[in-house]
């Protein structure tokens, strides 16, 4: 089945500068690809998603970026503000379930001001 | 319109009781999945449901049962509770295959098995 590495697992930044979370899969046959946002306490909201006939997809300050030949994607935050701080997680479809996403193990991303 | 909600927020078992909890969406979505939350663990499928009256097993199905006897309604099960299975538990819903359409999240239950 799908296997999803995210890294880092925890990512610092100043308000104001980017911020860059990086994940890989294993199953080639996978085609879609999104990223959550859960804040504390709370469920894991979608952000932003790509699917893998497109490379790259922007939707204000977030961008996400899809490589299928490296099997990897990556999600980019520009101008980060501290309500930015975050769990973000990213997944990828399991054909083999159908139905399910296998997700990264999350990344926390605190911006200090 | 609530979206996803679940029942009970929280929650404190012995070892070898039993619980049900409970998740209702009011958007009509055919799919419905069970998912825990553990640290450093990410996200992990329990079980799904691709409609009413079905269910299927996901990543770690075992300890648990679930159902889905009304579209709106997916209970999950904990028949004999063990400590393991302390963990934050968050339900999802899509309208299509989730992996290929956004899916919904609760608000998630925490549980612990003392």
């Not at chain 1, 925890?10 to 979370?21: K, M, P, R």
């Not at chain 1, 309500?83 to 911006?111: H, M, P, R, W």
């Not at chain 2, 209970?75 to 968050?90: D, I, K, M, R, W």
């Not at chain 2, 309208?95 to 998630?108: K, V, W």
Request: charge should be neutral.
């Amino acid at each position: 089945g799908e296997n999803v590495e995210q890294h880092p697992s925890t990512l610092s930044v100043q308000e104001g500068d980017s911020a860059v979370i990086k994940c890989t899969y294993s199953d080639s046959a996978s085609n879609y690809f999104p990223w959550y946002k859960q804040e504390l306490g709370k469920g894991p909201q979608l952000i932003i998603d790509i699917r893998s006939n497109v490379g790259e997809k922007k939707d204000q300050r977030i961008a996400v970026t899809l490589n299928k030949t490296a099997k990897h994607f990556s999600l980019h935050i520009t101008e980060t503000q501290p309500e930015d701080s975050a769990v973000y997680f990213c997944a990828a479809s399991d054909n083999q379930a159908g139905t399910a996403l296998i997700f990264g193990k999350g990344t926390t991303l605190s911006v200090s001001s | 319109n609530a979206g996803v909600t679940q029942t009970p927020k929280f929650r404190v078992l012995k070892t070898g009781q039993s619980m049900t909890l409970l998740c209702a969406q009011d958007m009509n979505h055919e799919y419905m999945y069970w998912y825990r939350q553990d640290p450093g663990m990410g996200l992990r499928l329990i079980h799904y449901s691709v409609g009413e009256g079905t269910t299927a097993k996901g990543e770690v199905p075992d300890g648990y049962n679930v159902s889905r006897l009304k579209k709106q309604n997916f209970l999950l099960g904990l028949e004999s509770a063990a400590p393991s299975q302390t963990s934050v538990y968050f339900c999802a819903s899509s309208s299509t295959s989730g992996s290929g359409d956004t899916q919904y999240f609760g608000p998630g239950t925490r549980l612990t098995v003392l």
